[in-house]
Structures are given as structure tokens and as C-alpha cells.
């Protein structure tokens, strides 16, 4: 079996997700849409402190782009992408949705079964259905407004709300973009879903598919690591890597430091991968990003323990509300507490922080033109640094030496 040194794992896994590769000059749809399909799935997520999270993970491994653009992209009601729960709520490839007709129906089942809320509710749920049909695509707020002018039923905003969600999640409405981040709600045939949606690909078959797509977008990863980045269970996952291993797509390895309980952690890579080189690259890292939303591998593969302390009350806060981890070729380095204050036009720096063992200055100078170029590309100006963190001196030094 071969081995892996953690160093040789730290560059295979970041050159997988796209970090190996030096900014483009320019960037359109075709670069956005190249780094989307190496992902494989992009992360949503409502916070907006800096910048909304599906943002990041693009300006990390491309550089400036334009935000809007990629709004396009993937909110298109009739694009290249839909979005469905493929991590959490996800944008994926609009062709890929049959895939996800196994854990749709999954959903469905298990709904019908052991929800009461669904049950009791069936009259709504009907009642939803039916007005995506008679108006057309909405929102949650829609439906209010059409319910209040029809003088119809309502059930208010939390339950409809409900409702919607679950038809989402089982497939019987799917997503029409969104509309100020917030949801469009459609039915398949709306949005050109309808043929896609028709189709079924049999649970194991999806399965190995998106297995195949995990190894190859994390470059290396243990059994829990590939389950759970299209959150698959691990018994399904270990038979299809089983599939993969006697078809020689994927071959066995073991990481140094990779071990529970004193034994190696099996580890799979795809046959033939190369290891970069080198990983030259420093990157602001959405807490949603792929090298990081798996907590317990960014410990593991860059000894890096993160948490996002958003919902933790500000006197118990380590590193800040919103701190992004910072990646500097191959390691994780340091955090950066950011915030656009648009109202002032400024990127504030609410704390920097080294790692245990870093050079504060080194990481500044690293960190420093990432951190205009942030501004920059959020439309604000100069880049306040606040007197919190180990390395909020040096950012703020750094930053004044242009």
C-alpha cells in the first residue's frame, strides 16, 4: 500500500480543489464555471458580514471577479445549475439532479412516515402545490401577498414556510433561483426541470457516482471525509469505494499522522492523481469552503481546529463573529475577522490572528494584498485594522507599507 507524507496530502488535496492553478488574467463564465464542476457543490448560507459565503470559495482560488456574474450563473432559472441539498442547501449542475432522485424519495418516505406536521398539513401542502401552478414560480413572501389578494387559506408565514421546504426537499417543487437570496420556489416543469426530473438513476448507481466525484474533488480523504462531502452514510459510501477500488479508479493509501485508536485511517486518492509540487497561494477561506467545512479533517490535514462562532455570545468569542481561516500555500496559518462596513466604504478587520508558532509579520505580508484586493472587490475603500489579535499590529504595519 502506498504512503503518504502529510505534506504530499496537504498539496494533492488543495491542487484537487483548484489551488494549485495561478489566478487568471481575466475572469468570465468560463473560468466561474470551471471552478464551480471542480467543486462540485457550492455551499449557500444567509450570513452576509463580509461577503455572502458562495462568493468566497471563487475569489479564493481565481481572484477579483464580478459577484453579479456569478449570481447569474447560478441563479439562472434556467441554467447550467440548480440547487438542491447535495451538502447542505448547494448549488449543483442542473444535469446532475437525477442523481439526487434516490434521497428525494428517501425524504418522501420518511416524511409520510414519522412527520406528523406533514400529515396534519397535507391540505396545505395541496393547496402550495397548486398555487405555483395557477401563478407561477414565488417566493415565501409571495405567497403571503397571493394569499392575502385571493382571500384564500392561510396558515401564516412559518407554516407555509415549512411547507414549501419540505416540498423542496422531497422534489415535488424545486428551486427558480433566488430573488434577493431569498428562494425561488417553482415546480420542475416551470423551470425546465421536468424532463431531468423524470429521470431516475437507481440508488446505487448515483451513489458510486457521487463517491467518484468526492474522491476526485478532495484529492484524498478517508471514508468519513468522502461521505460527507455529498453526505452520503458511510456503509453505502464503503461499498462504493469497494466498486472503485476493483475497477482501479481509486487506490488505498496511508497518510502520515492519519490514525484513530493507534491504527492508519484508510485513505483513497483517484488512480494516476499527481501531486503538485508546490501550492503557491494565499487565500481568505469561507467557513463553508470544502478545505475547511469538514472540521474534523482541516484538524487532521493541517492540525487547524475551527469553529464559526456566530451563534457564540460575544464574551465567549475566540477569534471573532466571522473569522476566516487563512490559507498560504500549503497550511492554514492564520484567522481574519472581516466585516464591509458599506456604509463607511471600509473592510474592517475586527482581529488577526497567527497560528501558535507563526510569524506574525510573515503572515501580514502574505495576507496584506489579499486583503486590498477583498476591499477592492467588495466596492469599499481602505481596510481598517482593530487592535485585536496576535497578528492585528503587524496587518495593520503591512498594510500602511503598500
Known amino acids: 500500500m502506498d504512503r503518504l507524507r502529510s505534506d504530499q496530502a496537504r498539496r494533492l488535496a488543495l491542487g484537487a480543489g483548484g489551488f494549485a492553478r495561478p489566478h487568471p488574467e481575466t475572469i468570465g463564465a468560463r473560468q466561474l464555471t470551471a471552478a464551480l464542476d471542480r467543486l462540485a457543490v457550492l ?21 477579483s471577479y464580478d459577484p453579479a456574474l456569478l449570481d447569474r450563473l447560478i441563479f439562472h432559472a434556467r441554467g447550467r445549475y440548480t440547487e438542491y441539498w447535495a451538502h447542505e442547501a448547494a448549488i449543483i449542475r442542473r444535469d446532475d439532479w437525477p442523481l439526487w432522485h434516490w434521497k428525494r424519495e428517501a425524504l418522501r418516505e420518511k416524511e409520510n412516515r414519522s412527520n406528523a406536521w406533514v400529515r396534519d398539513n397535507a391540505a396545505m401542502l395541496s393547496w402550495l402545490l397548486g398555487e405555483l401552478a395557477a401563478v407561477g414560480p414565488m417566493t415565501v413572501g409571495d405567497v403571503e401577498h397571493e394569499a392575502t389578494a385571493r382571500r384564500g387559506p392561510w396558515w401564516g408565514w412559518s407554516d407555509v414556510k415549512i411547507g414549501l421546504e419540505h416540498l423542496f426537499a422531497v422534489g415535488d417543487v424545486v428551486s427558480g433561483g433566488r430573488r434577493g437570496f431569498s428562494r425561488v420556489y417553482a415546480l420542475p416543469e416551470q423551470v425546465g426541470l421536468g424532463e431531468l426530473h423524470a429521470q431516475r438513476v437507481a440508488r446505487d448507481d448515483a451513489q458510486l457516482e457521487l463517491v467518484r466525484r468526492s474522491v476526485r474533488a478532495l484529492g484524498v480523504g478517508t471514508i468519513g471525509d468522502i461521505a460527507d462531502y455529498h453526505r452520503l452514510k458511510i456503509a453505502p459510501t464503503k461499498d462504493a469505494l469497494r466498486a472503485l477500488l476493483d475497477a482501479g479508479e481509486v487506490v488505498q493509501v496511508e497518510v502520515e499522522g492519519w490514525v484513530r485508536g493507534g491504527r492508519p485511517l484508510p485513505a483513497f486518492m483517484p488512480s494516476g492523481a499527481r501531486i503538485p509540487r508546490r501550492i503557491e497561494s494565499t487565500a481568505l477561506l469561507s467557513p463553508f469552503d470544502p478545505v475547511v467545512w469538514n472540521r474534523e479533517r482541516a484538524l487532521r490535514m493541517f492540525g487547524f481546529p475551527y469553529r464559526i462562532e456566530i451563534y457564540t455570545p460575544a464574551a465567549h468569542r475566540q477569534y471573532g463573529y466571522y473569522s476566516l481561516p487563512v490559507l498560504v500555500d500549503d497550511a492554514l496559518l492564520g484567522r481574519i475577522d472581516l466585516k464591509s462596513d458599506r456604509q463607511a466604504g471600509v473592510l474592517r478587520v475586527q482581529s488577526a490572528w497567527a497560528e501558535p508558532g507563526v510569524s506574525a509579520g510573515a503572515l501580514a505580508e502574505r495576507i496584506a494584498p489579499v486583503l486590498r484586493r477583498a476591499s477592492a472587490w467588495q466596492g ?13 499590529a503587524a496587518v495593520r504595519e503591512a498594510l500602511r507599507g503598500r
Open 380 to 392: 469599499l475603500g481602505e481596510v481598517l485594522v482593530a487592535d485585536r489579535g496576535t497578528a492585528a
Open 43 to 63: 455551499q449557500l448560507d444567509s450570513v452576509n458580514v463580509f461577503a455572502r459565503s458562495h462568493y468566497l470559495p471563487l475569489f479564493a482560488r481565481l481572484g
